[in-house]
C-alpha cells in the first residue's frame, strides 16, 4: 500500500507557478504618470480622505483607550469627536477674540508707523540735503527728465527764439472733433451670481472640513474592517509582511504626529511667553499661531513670526521692540531645530532632509496648502512601502534615511575618485562615536579592498584604477597612524620584527599595510613588503636575521596553490623555526576553514581577518599580550 501511495505521489504532476513577469520601463512610467494624474484630478476627494486617515491616525488610540474602559464603541467615537469640537470651538473663541482685541487697537498704532517712517526718510537723506541717497534721487530724476525730452528737430530754431508766423495760402482747415470718451459698463450681476462668488470662496472649506469630519467617524468606527479590506488587497498569501508593513507605517506616522504636537507646544510657550515679556500685544494669539502653523513645514514658521513682528514695528515708538521679537524668534527657532526636534524626532519618520524638502514641493504642487502639510506623513507611508514591497526599494533608496552605501562601499567608491582624506574621514568618523579603530580596519578598510578585489577578478578593475585604489589605501593608514592610543612600545631593537608580505598584488601589499599599522600599533616593528621582493630571483636579498615571523597577505581567497608555493619558498629561506601566517583575508571564517588552509599550504597558523591575525600572533608569544583600556581597568578595579 505504502508503494501504491510513492507511485501515485510520483505520477502526479508538479505545477510550478510561473515567476511574475518584470514591468517594463515604458509600463512602469504609464502607471507612475496614470497615478499622478489621479492624484491631480481626484484631489477634491483624495484630500479630505487623506485628512481624515491622519486625523484618525491621532484618535484611534483615544478611542481604543475608551473601548478598554469598556465604553463601547459607539460612544467612543462620538465622545473623540465631540472632544475635537471642543477643542477647535475654543480655539477659534479665543482667536477671535484676540484678533477681535486687535482689530480695536490698530488705528491707535498709526502714529508711530509715520514716526518710523519720516526717521528712515531721515536717516537715508541725512540731516541736509546733502545725503548719499538724496544725491541719488536727484541724479535719477534729472536723467529721467533727459530721457524724456524730445530731440529738437535739425530745421527748429533754438530755444528761446522767437517764432516766425505760419505763412497763409488758402482757406483754413477746420478743426480736428475731439475724442469722444466710451465707457464700458457691465451688465447688473444676477442675485445667484453674487450669492455664488460671495458663498463660493467660504462653502468650498466648509464641504471640506464636512467631506474630513464624515470619513473621519466612518474610519473611526470601522477601522477593523478597512484594515482586513487593505490586507486583502496587499495579499493575503503574506500576512506577516503586509501586517508588518501596516504597523510599522501607523506606528511611524502616529509618533511623528505625536512628537509634531510636542515639539509645537515647546515652541508656542516660550513665544508666548516671550512677546508678553517684551510688551507685543496679543501674545496668547502669536503663541497659538505660532503653535498650529508649525504643522506647515518650512513656510509655517516664517509666517508665524511674521505678524508679531510687524505688530512690534507698529507699537513701540522705538526700534528696542522689533529687536527683541526678532532675536526671541531666531533663538527659540534654533533650539527648536537644533535641540528639540533631533531629540523627541529621532528616527519617528525615517525621512531623509531632502526627502522631506522634495515630498514638500511635490506634494504642495499636487494639492496646494493641504499638500504641504500631509506630504510629510504621506511620505512615511511611501517609505514603509519601498522597505516592505521589493518593487518599491526604490522609494526607501531615494527618500529613506538609512545609508544608502555602507562604509566599506563609501571607502572604495572615494579610494576610486583618488580621494584619501574623504575614506580617512569615514573611518575617523567612527572612532569619534565610539567604535574601536582595530575593528574599522577589518569591517571597512580591509572589506574596501575585498571589493576591488572582486572587481579585479572579474575584470572590471583596471590596472590604473587598482593602483589608485592601492595607492589610496596606503595614504589613508598614514593619516589614521596618529588616531587613537597605540601600545607602549619600548626601543626599537627589542621590537619583534614581522614581515607583512603582499603575496600577489599591490592590492594584498595595501592590505599588508593595513596589518602593518597594527602591527604597530600592537609594540611590534613591522616591514611591509611588495611581491616583487619575495620572487624566486630576488627573496635571496632579504635577511633573515631578527626575524619573529612571516605574515602573507591574500585578498583572493582561491589563491591557496600560489601560497602554498610562497609557503615553501619562505621555508627555504627562513628556515622551519620562523612561524609564517598565511592571511586569508576574503575568507569564510568558518570554523574549519583555516584547518583546512593550514593543511592544504603548510603554513603554521591562518587568519581570516586582521584581528585574528594579531591574536595568532599573541599567541605565538610573539606579541605582547593587549593592554586593557583605562575604562576596562577602571572596571577591573570596581570588580
Not at 518710523?116 to 544725491?135: E, Y
Not at 504636537?261 to 511667553?273: A, K, S
Not at 599550504?601 to 581570516?608: L, P, Y
Not at 605582547?624 to 576596562?632: I, K, L, V, W
Request: hydrophobic residues 45%.
Amino acid at each position: 500500500m505504502a508503494q501504491d501511495t510513492v507511485s501515485r505521489l510520483q505520477a502526479r504532476p508538479i505545477r510550478v507557478r510561473p515567476a511574475a513577469p518584470s514591468a517594463s520601463p515604458q509600463t512602469t512610467i504609464l502607471i507612475a504618470a496614470l497615478v499622478l494624474v489621479t492624484l491631480y484630478v481626484g484631489s477634491d476627494l483624495l484630500v479630505p480622505l487623506a485628512l481624515a486617515v491622519l486625523l484618525s491616525f491621532v484618535l484611534s488610540p483615544i478611542v481604543s483607550r475608551l473601548e478598554r474602559w469598556r465604553l463601547g464603541r459607539a460612544p467612543s467615537v462620538v465622545a473623540v469627536v465631540a472632544l475635537v469640537f471642543v477643542v477647535i470651538a475654543g480655539f477659534g473663541t479665543v482667536v477671535g477674540s484676540q484678533i477681535a482685541d486687535l482689530a480695536s487697537n490698530l488705528p491707535t498704532y498709526e502714529r508711530n508707523i509715520r514716526a518710523k517712517i519720516r526717521s528712515v526718510q531721515q536717516g537715508a537723506t541725512g540731516a541736509t540735503s546733502d545725503g548719499v541717497i538724496h544725491q541719488m534721487t536727484e541724479m535719477f530724476r534729472d536723467l529721467r527728465q533727459e530721457l524724456e525730452t524730445p530731440n529738437p528737430q535739425p530745421n527748429m530754431p533754438a530755444p528761446g527764439t522767437p517764432m516766425a508766423p505760419p505763412p497763409v495760402s488758402g482757406p483754413a482747415e477746420p478743426p480736428e472733433p475731439e475724442p469722444m470718451t466710451v465707457r464700458i459698463e457691465d451688465p447688473a450681476a444676477k442675485p445667484l451670481e453674487v450669492l455664488r462668488d460671495v458663498l463660493g470662496p467660504v462653502l468650498a472649506p466648509i464641504a471640506t472640513a464636512g467631506m474630513v469630519l464624515i470619513f473621519t467617524i466612518f474610519i473611526l468606527f470601522q477601522r477593523e474592517d478597512l484594515r482586513d479590506r487593505l490586507i486583502r488587497l496587499a495579499g493575503s498569501n503574506d500576512l506577516s509582511r503586509t501586517t508588518e508593513a501596516m504597523n510599522d507605517a501607523a506606528e511611524r506616522v502616529s509618533r511623528y504626529l505625536l512628537m509634531q504636537v510636542v515639539v509645537n507646544v515647546t515652541y508656542g510657550i516660550p513665544i508666548t511667553l516671550g512677546l508678553w515679556l517684551i510688551g507685543v500685544p496679543n501674545p496668547i494669539l502669536w503663541g497659538l499661531l505660532a503653535t498650529v502653523l508649525r504643522f506647515i513645514p518650512f513656510a509655517g514658521p516664517a509666517i508665524a513670526a511674521t505678524f508679531p513682528i510687524l505688530l512690534s514695528f507698529a507699537v513701540a515708538p522705538g526700534w528696542s521692540m522689533p529687536i527683541l521679537a526678532i532675536a526671541l524668534f531666531v533663538v527659540v527657532e534654533l533650539f527648536s531645530n537644533n535641540v528639540a526636534e533631533p531629540w523627541l524626532y529621532g528616527s519617528a519618520t525615517g525621512l531623509s532632509s531632502v526627502a522631506i524638502i522634495l515630498a514638500a514641493v511635490f506634494w504642495t504642487t499636487l494639492w496646494g496648502p493641504v499638500g504641504l502639510l500631509l506630504a510629510t506623513p504621506l511620505t512615511v507611508c511611501l517609505v514603509v512601502l519601498g522597505r516592505h514591497v521589493p518593487q518599491l526599494h526604490f522609494l526607501e533608496v531615494m527618500l529613506g534615511d538609512r545609508p544608502v552605501l555602507p562604509d566599506e562601499a563609501k571607502v572604495y567608491q572615494r579610494l576610486l575618485s583618488n580621494d584619501p582624506i574623504e575614506a580617512a574621514g569615514i573611518v575617523e568618523h567612527a572612532v569619534e562615536d565610539g567604535a574601536e579603530l582595530p575593528a574599522q580596519f577589518d569591517a571597512v578598510l580591509l572589506s574596501a579592498l575585498s571589493l576591488a578585489e572582486q572587481d579585479r577578478s572579474r575584470g572590471t578593475l583596471t590596472p590604473e584604477s587598482r593602483k589608485t585604489v592601492a595607492d589610496g589605501m596606503l595614504a589613508v593608514t598614514a593619516d589614521l597612524s596618529d588616531l587613537g592610543r597605540p601600545a607602549e612600545a619600548g626601543p626599537e631593537e627589542k621590537r619583534p620584527r614581522i614581515l607583512c608580505v603582499g603575496a600577489r598584488n599591490n592590492l594584498d601589499e595595501a592590505a599588508a599595510g593595513l596589518l602593518g599599522e597594527l602591527l604597530r600599533r600592537s609594540g611590534a616593528s613591522p616591514t611591509v613588503l611588495s611581491c616583487e621582493t619575495v620572487s624566486p630571483r630576488q627573496i635571496g636579498n632579504l635577511e633573515t636575521e631578527g626575524v619573529a615571523a612571516v605574515v602573507l597577505s591574500y585578498l583572493n581567497p582561491s589563491a591557496l596553490p600560489h601560497a602554498r608555493r610562497m609557503v615553501r619558498r619562505l621555508r627555504l629561506h627562513f628556515g622551519p623555526r620562523t612561524p609564517i601566517l598565511l592571511g586569508l583575508w576574503s575568507a569564510d571564517p568558518a570554523a574549519d576553514a583555516p584547518a583546512q588552509a593550514t593543511a592544504e599550504t603548510a603554513a603554521d597558523r591562518v587568519a581570516t581577518n586582521l584581528c585574528g591575525a594579531l591574536a595568532e600572533l599573541r599567541s605565538l608569544g610573539i606579541l605582547p599580550e593587549e593592554r586593557a583600556s583605562d575604562d576596562q581597568e577602571e572596571e577591573a578595579k570596581r570588580a
